[in-house]
């Protein structure tokens, strides 16, 4: 059974570097054909796609988050990781992890890792 877990601090400072991993059970990271997706919903919005990185490691970005956003993995490890920098208020979300493949881009979710962005 696949399962996907977040893990990062849930308070990150104004213009701080917002972390997160998410360590997947059961099945490999790099199982071809499959992404590894980062998605979050702020409050009182709906869900906003940040970026994926590929089986073979190559990641893609949202635009409207490209200046900020990385994503990378360790494979030794089964996990991926999400840097933010720069946050502000506006980033204060539940922030989710993701794998699927193309016709089932987000197959399995995390459960969820909440971060409010505050002084």
């Known amino acids: 059974q696949v399962q996907l877990q977040e893990s990062g601090p849930g308070l990150v400072k104004p213009s701080q570097t917002l972390s997160l991993s998410c360590t997947v059970s059961?099945?490999?990271?790099?199982?071809?054909?499959?992404?590894h997706t980062w998605i979050r919903q702020s409050p009182g919005k709906g869900l906003e796609w940040m970026g994926a990185?590929?089986?073979?490691?190559?990641?893609v970005y949202s635009p409207s988050l490209k200046s900020r956003i990385s994503i990378s993995r360790d494979t030794s490890k089964n996990h991926f990781t999400l840097q933010l920098s720069s946050v502000i208020p506006e980033d204060t979300a539940v922030y989710y992890c993701?794998?699927?493949?193309?016709?089932?881009?987000?197959?399995?979710w995390g459960q969820g890792s909440a971060v409010t962005v505050s002084s």
């Open positions: 059961g099945r490999s990271i790099t199982t071809n054909g499959y992404y």
């Open positions: 993701a794998r699927g493949y193309t016709a089932r881009p987000f197959q399995y």
């Open positions: 990185i590929d089986s073979s490691g190559s990641p």
